[in-house]
Structure formats: C-alpha cells, structure tokens
C-alpha cells in the first residue's frame, strides 16, 4: 500500500510505501514496549518483594527502585559507544537478549542481593532500547512523518507500562483489604506472585529478537559507514528511486568530512554546544518533572490518599490507561501543532497540577479528588514531555555524531531519573508528599521558561535540513 505525500523538499514528490514504514517503526517499537514493561513493573511488584526481603529504610527501598538505573545508565554509555561503530539493529539484538534474561532472572532471585544485580542488569536493555530505539525510528521516518513515527516509540512505552500494571493487578487483585505484613510474606503473592510479574518480560523479549531479524539496518547508520549502496536499496524501498537519489544526495551531503571514527570530543566543537546543551537539558527535565514517581511508588502516592492495597493495584492500572490513551492524542497532533507549543503546555500544566496536589496533601484530602489529579498529571505528561522529547533529542543532531549525542543526553535523561528515584523516599518522609510536589511544581516552571526561550520548531524538516541550517538554538 503506498499513499503520496509531498516532502518537505518541494522538488519532488513520493509514494511512500507506508506498509514497510509501519512495520519498521512496529517492530524497533517494540524495544519500548520492554522498556515501559521493565521500568513499571516494580511498581506493582513493590508491596511484595519488599515485605520478602524484609526491606524497612528508606534508603534500601530507594535502592530498590532505583538501581536498574545504574544499568540505564551504562546501556546508554554501550549505546553511544558502539551504535555508531556496529549499526543501530545488533544492539537492538542484544537488548533483547538482556530483557529476556534478566525478566528470569529476577523471578528467580532469592535474596535481595542477587535482585539487586538483575535489576541493575535489565537497566542495562532499558538503557540500550531508550537509546537505539527512537534514533532508529528517526533515522528511517520520512520527514513529515517523523514526530509521529517516533512517537509511537513512546506508545508502546505506555502500553508496555499498561500491560505491567494489568498483570501487576491481575496477579494481586484478591489480596484481602486488611492484611498483615506477615500474611503477605507467607501467603503466595508474597513467595511467588511477584516472581510472576517480571518473568513475564521474557515473552515480549523473544518476539523482539526474533522480529529485528527482518528488519534493515539504519540507511544514514549505512552511508555513514561507507555502504551508500545499501542505503539507497533501503530508502527506494521506503519511497522509490527519486526519494532514495534525492535523501541519498542530502545525507552524503551532510558526510562530507565525517572521519567515521566516533569521537565524543566532537560533542564540545562550538557548533554542537548548543544542541548538546538542549538535548541534556530537555533530557534532564523530562524526569525532574516529577512524574516518573508515580510509575515507580505509585503505592506510597495512593495509600496517602488513604487507598488500600487491592484499591492501589485498581488505580495504577487507570494510570496506565490514561498514559496510553492521552499517548494517541499526541500522535495525532506531534507533526500538526508541532515540538515547541506540545513542550510548553506540559511543563505549564504539570506547575499548575503539582501546585493543587501540593494543597490537597496538605489539607489532608483523600479518595477521589486524589485519584482525579493524579491522572491528570499523567495525561498532561503523556501528550506532551514524554513523547516529544524523544522526538526532540532523536532529531536535533547531526548525523556523524548522532549516536554519540543521543547516548550523551540519555545518560543525563537516566542518570537523572536515578537521582529523582531515590531522593522521593527520602523527600517524602522528611518533607511530606505536599512540599516534595511543590518541589517537581517548580522545577517545571523552570522548565517552562527554558523552554520558551530556547526550544526552536523542527516540525517538517529532514535531519539534513534541521543540522544544514544550524537552528538558532
């Protein structure tokens, strides 16, 4: 099936085959998927395993539900580093070999130790598939489809992070409303139900493996690396002969003096500051807005709301429906309204829901009105930070160095999510959940304006274009 679009170089016009787009952007997607299974499912799991190992301070359960992202942090590093030596698609293999064994590897840990070390080690994947995933995606979408294929990244992020909260609730769903820590222990949700949500990952994992096979490499990964051939095979097959002369001839273009060994010194030339700068700073933001403890201590967030436990798995499961659905309606306007607008009115309307939040804790409301706000932020950040971003630092550098930059701006994107991660339990016993939201409040008004002043549009233009005219960043 093939629809025409007009490209965003008037000289031509193409027929994209949309077939082969789709199931492209499908299958590098489906690293997000793991991504959001991986990263959400300690959430739900969180009540059991912590009661299992006898977890009580709050710096062990920090740990706990931070430490996979050391491992982010080193996937992200392996990425940069060797995505640009090696290609985007055998790293994409190796994530996927990681997912599958770690998912086993923490149902069958038996002290807190060796989970530690699966945790650490499935950050790892979710640090490979955050990186390769959105720049393979953005490396293959025609222009005027980008955002939006891109994007669909972030979807299957959402519904990986539904899924984990499904089963997460199916699992725990007959967990009686008042029972004793002692009863989880003993009880089977406390000795095996847990196990059962992560093993689970390893299903998804082995359809991602065996689904990369058929799939090509990154055209621009190609030309690149001196096999221009191949990249114009690629790109005919995306949108015929005149599309894969005309990209072709515009990526060798922006080659020219590419020496083809990767060298992050490169990074700090005076034209790469600025993005640089932008990426890590969009990177940094779109965790310190808070959301991501949500997700991660959803438990906390709700029994302060006076839920109990079978009501708590119920809401983070609305959690993960809301993220999904409001992840479409960014599909649907990320390549109309564009980058800058989407970015503004998430960090704006999180300062504003963050603030209200705040006011309730402090005022002791619970229930409902809780539970209201709660989903709001989450369709706030889900139509706009979450995506966009991706979007964003996915297409701002230029194609010599892309891999290197992306790695160096999701390093800053996990190793903040780290810090956001473990200081919540600290910041919520010592301040409260009302000063710790008016915190992540404020953050995002400085977000805001940083955005405002310093986030140009890059909606419609290829990546030639975006890096041929140095954007006034």
């Given at each position: 099936m093939t629809t025409p679009i007009q490209t965003s170089d008037s000289r031509i016009s193409v027929n994209y085959n949309l077939k082969y787009v789709w199931l492209i952007t499908i299958t590098a997607a489906l690293g997000g998927l793991l991504f959001g299974y991986d990263w959400v499912v300690i959430g739900g799991a969180k009540p059991f395993f912590e009661r299992y190992f006898r977890l009580t301070d709050p710096s062990q359960v920090g740990w706990a539900n931070s430490c996979a992202l050391i491992g982010c942090l080193v996937g992200a590093i392996v990425a940069g580093i060797l995505s640009d030596r090696f290609g985007r698609k055998p790293l994409l293999h190796c994530a996927a070999l990681l997912f599958a064994a770690t998912s086993i590897g923490n149902a069958l840990s038996p002290n807190f130790g060796i989970f530690i070390f699966w945790r650490m080690l499935g950050g790892t994947a979710i640090g490979l598939a955050s990186n390769l995933s959105p720049m393979y995606i953005a490396e293959i979408a025609p222009a005027s489809m980008r955002g939006r294929l891109v994007s669909i990244n972030?979807?299957?992020?959402?519904?990986?992070?539904?899924?984990?909260?499904?089963?997460?609730?199916?699992?725990?769903?007959?967990?009686?409303?008042?029972?004793?820590?002692?009863?989880?222990?003993?009880?089977?949700?406390?000795?095996?139900?847990?196990?059962?949500?992560?093993?689970?990952?390893?299903?998804?994992?082995?359809?991602f493996f065996v689904s990369m096979f058929f799939v090509p490499e990154s055209p621009r990964w190609l030309a690149k690396n001196g096999r221009s051939k191949d990249a114009r095979e690629i790109l005919a097959k995306i949108g015929g002969t005149s599309y894969a002369n005309a990209a072709s001839k515009e990526i060798e273009e922006t080659l020219k003096n590419d020496t083809k060994k990767v060298d992050f010194r490169e990074l700090f030339k005076p034209d790469l500051r600025k993005p640089l700068a932008l990426g890590i700073?969009?990177?940094?933001?779109?965790?310190?807005c808070g959301i991501n403890v949500i997700f991660n201590y959803a438990e906390e967030i709700f029994r302060a709301a006076n839920y109990d436990i079978s009501d708590v798995m119920k809401n983070i499961a609305w959690t993960g429906s809301v993220n999904m659905a409001f992840t479409?309606?960014?599909?649907?306007?990320?390549?109309?309204?564009?980058?800058?607008?989407?970015?503004?009115?998430?960090?704006?309307?999180?300062?504003?829901?963050?603030?209200?939040?705040?006011?309730?804790?402090?005022?002791?409301?619970?229930?409902?009105?809780?539970?209201?706000?709660?989903?709001?932020?989450?369709?706030?950040?889900?139509?706009?930070?979450?995506?966009?971003?991706?979007?964003?630092?996915?297409?701002?550098f230029p194609n010599r160095i892309r891999g290197a930059a992306m790695a160096v701006s999701v390093t800053a994107l996990w190793s903040?999510?780290?810090?956001?991660?473990?200081?919540?339990?600290?910041?919520?016993?010592?301040?409260?959940?009302?000063?710790?939201?008016?915190?992540?409040?404020?953050?995002?008004?400085?977000?805001?304006?940083?955005?405002?002043?310093?986030?140009?549009?890059?909606?419609?233009?290829?990546?030639?274009?975006?890096?041929?005219?140095?954007?006034?960043?």
């Open positions: 972030q979807l299957t992020i959402v519904m990986g992070i539904l899924l984990a909260q499904f089963i997460n609730w199916l699992i725990a769903r007959d967990v009686p409303k008042d029972a004793t820590d002692e009863f989880i222990i003993s009880s089977w949700y406390g000795q095996y139900g847990w196990r059962w949500m992560f093993a689970m990952t390893s299903v998804p994992a082995i359809i700073i969009l990177a940094v933001f779109q965790q310190w479409f309606v960014a599909l649907g306007v990320v390549d109309k309204i564009g980058r800058r607008p989407l970015m503004l009115f998430g960090a704006g309307g999180l300062a504003v829901i963050y603030m209200i939040l705040g006011g309730c804790y402090m005022h002791k409301v619970q229930g409902f009105p809780m539970l209201i706000l709660v989903l709001s932020a989450i369709g706030c950040y889900a139509m706009s930070l979450a995506p966009v971003t991706w979007v964003v630092i996915s297409e701002i903040a999510c780290f810090i956001l991660t473990y200081t919540f339990p600290i910041l919520n016993k010592k301040l409260g959940p009302a000063h710790t939201f008016w915190i992540y409040a404020a953050i995002c008004l400085v977000g805001f304006t940083y955005i405002f002043y310093r986030l140009p549009e890059t909606k419609g233009k290829t990546l030639e274009q975006i890096e041929k005219e140095q954007i006034q960043l």
